[in-house]
């Protein structure tokens, strides 16, 4: 029979060790049922409820220090409280949440295993694509970039105007002017220049900004030192009919450019009409006619493709509407008088 001091008690009993001798007393209380028999049922019931709380505590005490681990080793002992036929509610209720306790740690063990298995997974990802990228960089060379620029010169003619942006002409200028000073320090190298003649190093840099003032030709004004532009694609034309821009060695470049300044001079017209009309709006909206309106719309739809809901062109469009309005009532008005004074004046010569 278990001992009812939670010190002596062995946590690793089996179920045969405590239940077995209770169930025996149990069987000599009903062939005998004398006041001893029942006084050794109470005992070795009294025994089994301890031993029940006792492995309890212990499970509770590795849960409250943090150690779930030893949750599995108890999967016995739990069964053994739950089919002894002893454990009161209190104790069922604990025995359910420490079986909620085994599940739980046996689901976070699979868990941690797939982790584990998709971080080793992600590890080989990487290395592979490492190893590509290497592959890749040692082969990347010239030849390379004129493959890349023969991509991309098709690109920009099947890209419509609104999708080019800034940046990409920005990306562009960066290349462009490191190649070209490249190709002139080679060319004034083989031609016996010393690298560090400070003359011919004053030419390479004249060149490169030379290079930096033709491609700030192509953008506006505006976003440059913020003014608003007036430079037309006639000013490109002839910048690169001058050859300042060589169309047989940066042909990718001069569409780009060609493309780009096409798009800022329909959108430098439109703001230009914006700058117009606006002080209309703002200070005499009565003003505005319905020809200028539409002129704006034109202008709008052609710089980004859509006008801009509640904008500058929808303003114009929606005063010049009430403004016709208005004079298509005023003109009636006048009509209506004219009317009346021409029958007062027959009216007065009858008299």
């Known amino acids: 029979m278990p001992s009812s001091d939670p010190n002596t008690t062995n946590h690793e009993s089996t179920p045969a060790q405590t239940w077995v001798p209770l169930r025996l007393t149990a069987e000599q209380v009903a062939q005998d049922p004398s006041p001893a028999s029942e006084a050794a049922l109470d005992e ?4 089994q409820q301890s031993h029940n709380q006792t492995v ?7 849960l409250a220090s943090g150690s779930t681990s030893t949750f599995l080793a108890h999967i016995e002992q739990v069964e053994e409280i739950v089919y002894s036929g002893t454990a009161d509610q209190r104790t069922l209720n604990s025995v359910r949440v420490v079986e909620r ?3 739980a740690e046996e689901t976070a063990i699979s868990q941690i295993g797939a982790v584990e298995q998709l971080l080793r ?3 080989a990802t990487i290395r592979a694509n490492e190893t590509t990228l290497q ?7 010239m030849q390379t970039l004129s493959g890349l620029a023969k991509m991309v010169d098709p690109k920009i003619d099947a890209t419509p105007d609104s999708d080019l942006t800034f940046e990409d ?6 290349l462009a002017t490191k190649m070209r000073k490249k190709l002139f320090a080679a060319k004034f190298a083989s031609a016996g220049v010393p690298e560090d003649d400070d003359a011919e190093a004053a030419n390479v840099q004249l060149q490169h900004e030379r290079l930096q003032h033709d491609l700030k030709l192509a953008m506006p004004c505006s976003l440059q030192d913020g003014q608003k532009s007036s430079r037309s694609t006639s000013d490109i034309a002839t910048l690169l009919r001058g050859g ?3 169309t047989r060695s940066t ?4 569409k780009l450019l060609t493309k780009l300044l096409s798009n800022q001079a329909k959108e430098a017209s439109f703001q230009e009409a914006v700058a117009a009309i606006e002080p209309k709006i703002k200070e005499a909206p009565e003003t505005v006619t319905k020809e200028e309106a539409n002129l704006l719309h034109k202008l709008e739809v052609r710089a980004f493709g859509l006008t801009e809901r509640g904008g500058v062109t929808a303003r114009a469009m929606s005063l010049a509407r009430k403004n016709e309005a208005a004079a298509k009532m005023g003109a009636a008005g006048s009509s209506n008088n004219a009317s009346d004074d021409e029958h007062e004046e027959h009216v007065t010569m009858k008299c």
Request: glycine fraction near 0%; proline fraction near 3%.
């Open 121 to 123: 997974a992600n590890e």
């Open 44 to 47: 070795a019931q009294l025994a």
């Open 169 to 174: 002409l920005e990306l562009f200028q960066v």
């Open 135 to 141: 592959r890749v960089e040692a082969k990347f060379n």
């Open 244 to 246: 300042q821009i060589s």
């Open 56 to 62: 309890l505590d212990k499970i509770f005490e590795n």
């Open 101 to 103: 306790l085994i599940r």
């Open 251 to 254: 042909p990718s470049m001069t």
